[in-house]
């Protein structure tokens, strides 16, 4: 009887903790009021507002019902915040329709309101870009530059979604994630502040998280740890490995992408055919430069070798690593277990651009990903920036 009776005081804990473990798992759609949909109030009730560019317009809102709310801040398709508190400096002048949405997964508040902005007085700020919105890649280097004229003094930040990322003169961000992003500076001065937004959009590869070449655009290939030190063909001998020299905005040191034309349709997997713009010289599996690729004299686009292509995946702080193809193919026209792939590294002290071989057939000769996977973060070497981001030489 004694065990009995110790055994039912067992049961009743155990049953008793299972009960608790079944509750914690679920979320909080059993608890009342907690599946309402949200409400918010704005910090005004005003519908339309005047701003000027420079100028941070700040408006406030704050949830009275639901819960595990989000805010959203519109304008059209492009979201401008993400928290409570929207602090944006608009770019333009001009007439805007911003919605503010508070957001859970019952439902939407949403309120609409007008910003009429004027041009406010730019104090003497020149950037680098005229542009105010722009696209770029996951594993690509944003580099803005702002020059104050000489009778300006201040301190200046730039921030990314109000991370604080450069406390100089130039922004050098690098794109890791998709999404949109804002990019603000800031000129603290004598007379206040002046605020310019910037709108990147970043895309990635339809096939991964790898390098989206954008369309048209030519590149240049930097070392991650120094941004002024580029991949460069060899123009005095055009099939030697490429070099690594400092930015000096010649061709040899501009890269483009390369179109199938001749060799069929467009390789599915979106790998890329780099060609070195000077040379013309594509580089292979092996390191070595291969020239003189065909040049469609209508378009000047350069012809691609199906052969010499390269992956080029993307960490998580937005570095590239080019793998050549073989490396991620799951199949092969002539398997074997001596097949061979690479990924490019920098050689000889930081002065050439070398490769890292392993073999990516098992022994039964069928492509597989192990030796691929096994490089972990290795070999993360690079940046790739587009040449209108990089400074000109005069």
């Excluded at 050098?172 to 800031?186: N, R």
């Excluded at 502040?193 to 240049?220: C, H, I, P």
């Excluded at 290795?378 to 400074?391: L, N, S």
């Amino acid at each position: 009887m004694k065990t009995f009776q110790q055994f039912i005081p067992k049961v009743f804990v155990l049953c008793l903790l299972l009960s608790t473990a079944a509750c914690s798992e679920k979320d909080d759609l059993d608890i009342p009021g907690h599946t309402i949909p949200p409400k918010a109030v704005l910090s005004s009730d005003q519908t339309t507002f005047e701003a000027k560019t420079g100028a941070l317009f700040v408006l406030e809102a704050t949830v009275t019902q639901g819960y595990n709310v989000q805010h959203e801040w519109r304008i059209g398709d492009v979201v401008i915040g993400k928290e409570a508190r929207l602090e944006y400096s608009f770019p333009e002048a001009g007439t805007f329709e911003v919605v503010y949405s508070a957001l859970n997964g019952y439902g939407a508040d949403r309120h609409s309101f007008t910003v009429i902005v004027s041009q406010g007085t730019n104090p003497g700020i020149t950037f680098s870009t005229d542009q105010r919105s722009f696209e770029r890649s996951i594993g690509e280097m944003v580099r803005i530059t702002a020059k104050l004229d000489d009778n300006i003094t201040g301190t200046q930040s730039w921030t990314v979604d109000g991370k604080e990322i450069s406390t100089t003169d130039q922004l050098d961000y690098s794109v890791a994630t998709p999404g949109t992003k804002l990019i603000k500076h800031t000129l603290t001065y004598a007379e206040g502040t002046y605020t310019t937004q910037f709108t990147l959009t970043a895309v990635m590869s339809d096939y991964g998280n790898r390098f989206k070449w954008r369309e048209g655009k030519d590149y240049v290939i930097c070392l991650k740890d120094d941004l002024n030190k580029v991949v460069a063909a060899d123009v005095e001998n055009t099939t030697a490995p490429y070099k690594v020299e400092t930015w000096d905005g010649s061709e040899k040191q501009i890269f483009r992408n390369g179109y199938h034309f001749g060799y069929g349709p467009v390789p599915t997997l979106e790998y890329y055919n780099f060609y070195n713009v000077a040379t013309h010289s594509v580089l292979q599996w092996t390191g070595m430069a291969w020239p003189n690729n065909p040049v469609d004299p209508v378009t000047g686009a350069m012809g691609a070798d199906p052969w010499d292509g390269w992956f080029m995946d993307v960490n998580s702080t937005g570095d590239v690593r080019f793998v050549h193809f073989f490396a991620l193919w799951d199949s092969h026209p002539n398997p074997s277990p001596d097949l061979m792939s690479s990924c490019l590294t920098v050689t000889d002290n930081g002065t050439r651009i070398g490769v890292y071989s392993f073999y990516c057939c098992g022994a039964d000769g069928r492509p597989d990903f192990v030796n691929y996977q096994a490089l972990g973060d290795k070999y993360y070497e690079f940046k790739m920036i587009a040449v209108e981001d990089m400074p000109q030489v005069e």
